[in-house]
């Protein structure tokens, strides 16, 4: 089984993954690019800072392809923005952790302190939101895409239901109506 022919083809959530990924790989390419201007060397831990965050070449050409990346994945859209936002999402978080065991110590190659860390997480969790949004919930309508491929007999029900209400002129064809039932204090009852 492949991951595209187990997720729908999205529709209108296929713009919050695009401006999504666009707008965190902008943010990261322009930290790059910012790092390259200060003209810094590639595994300084000497704490140069940009925009209020250590930084290094290496950190530098990293978040400038992670930048890059996103906005490849906000070109082509869809699931594959998606998914890519929750994975790289997820990695910015894995590597919020992995720095705040390293700050302070040698094996901080990246020159991250606790700024970074907090910018790897809120980033992480951003990027996270991006791909997530309208795919993970408890909650997911039944027009949605993603509800609808995990609950196929259901969704067939009821697009037959409107199918039928439609041909019979009792509902308009956007969607099923909840029945209410009526109050004991309901005076047209």
């Known amino acids: 089984m492949k991951l595209r022919d187990e997720l729908p083809v999205d529709h ?37 800072t940009i925009a209020g965050m250590t930084t290094n070449v290496a950190l530098s050409v990293l978040s400038t392809v992670v930048g890059l990346v996103l906005i490849a994945g906000g070109v082509i859209g869809g699931n594959v923005a998606s998914t890519l936002n929750m994975t790289v999402g997820a990695l910015f978080v894995l590597s919020g952790f992995a720095h705040l065991a390293v700050l302070d110590r040698p094996a901080n190659v990246l020159d991250f302190g606790m700024t970074n860390v907090i910018f790897s997480f809120v ?16 909650k997911l309508g039944h027009d949605n895409p993603y509800w609808r491929r995990r609950h196929p007999e259901q969704a067939a029900r009821e697009a037959a239901a409107r199918a039928a209400a439609g041909a019979r002129g009792a509902l308009p064809a956007s969607g099923p109506r909840p029945a209410v039932a009526p109050s004991a204090h309901d005076p047209n009852t």
């Open 123 to 138: 980033m992480g969790l951003v990027i996270l939101t991006f791909g997530m949004y309208g795919r993970v919930s408890s």
């Open 12 to 48: 209108h959530l296929a713009t919050v993954y695009r401006y999504g990924a666009a707008f965190c790989g902008l943010v990261l390419i322009v930290f790059g690019c910012l790092g390259f201007a200060d003209a810094l060397s590639p595994f300084s831990t000497s704490g140069d």
